[in-house]
């Protein structure tokens, strides 16, 4: 089957604008991760759902990042206002429920400008 | 908080023989898992092995397993006869009790040589 999706794969964007990042998990799985991973260093956690609401935002680095998956499927992460240093790799993964493994999309590259 | 080692940032081996990559961990809990993942230059994340703390046996998966040593708080990465699509990044990475709390080392760098 399908693996977990990210779009768009590449997001260049200038200061200040505001980004949609989308995460289509594995059919099924419950369990949604949202990470970020700057160049050379492991991936970061920022927040995860089991179904529609977040279990754990304790990673979001402040109030310009938001997440959603109103359906308990799909996951959409905001960022407001971009600053240059939001530049990374965000990574998406989803897992059948709570502490199975989990299973990763390519990610999606920002580039702030 | 818990926290991830990876005290190897590059390790080369010669095709064919095996490669230790080390991970070691900080946490009070008693009960948690812990994560090998393989990141080639593509950038996803490929899990390979877990290690549940309770689990009796080292764990294995086929080329890899895992050397877990809980009173040293050590999880290393054991990959045998390495191949050159082994060469990739390599993070372990530590999850609580309540599959929460998921953290990553910072990830060693493996370039297998033919």
């Known amino acids: 089957g399908a693996g977990v999706s990210q779009t768009p794969s590449n997001k260049v964007t200038e200061k200040g604008k505001y980004v949609e990042l989308r995460c289509d998990p594995i059919s099924g799985h419950t369990a949604l991760y949202w990470y970020r991973q700057s160049l050379g260093q492991g991936p970061e956690f920022l927040i995860y759902?089991?179904?529609?609401?977040?279990?754990?935002d304790s990673g979001l680095p402040n109030d310009r990042f938001f997440a959603v998956r109103p359906e308990g499927s799909v996951s959409t992460l905001k960022i407001q206002r971009t600053e240059r240093g939001d530049s990374a790799v965000y990574l998406c993964?989803?897992?059948?429920?709570?502490?199975?493994?989990?299973?990763f999309g390519a990610g999606t590259r920002l580039s702030v400008l | 908080a818990q926290k991830i080692t990876q005290t190897q940032p590059g390790m080369f081996v010669q095709e064919k023989e095996a490669v230790t990559l080390d991970c070691t961990y900080d946490?009070?809990?008693?009960?948690?898992?812990l994560f090998w993942y393989k990141q080639p230059s593509s950038g996803e994340m490929i899990f390979l092995i877990y290690q549940g703390s309770y689990d009796e046996q080292n764990a294995t998966e086929g080329r890899y397993s895992l050397n877990f040593q809980k009173a040293r708080k050590s999880a290393n990465l054991v990959i045998s006869a390495s191949q050159l699509g082994d060469s990739a990044m390599y993070f372990c990475?530590?999850?609580?009790?309540?599959?929460?709390?998921?953290?990553f080392g910072p990830g060693t760098r493996l370039s297998v040589l033919p």
């Open positions: 990475a530590f999850e609580d009790n309540y599959g929460q709390n998921f953290v």
């Open positions: 946490t009070s809990d008693q009960s948690y898992g």
């Open positions: 759902f089991q179904g529609t609401g977040a279990a754990d």
């Open positions: 993964a989803s897992s059948l429920g709570t502490g199975d493994i989990q299973y």
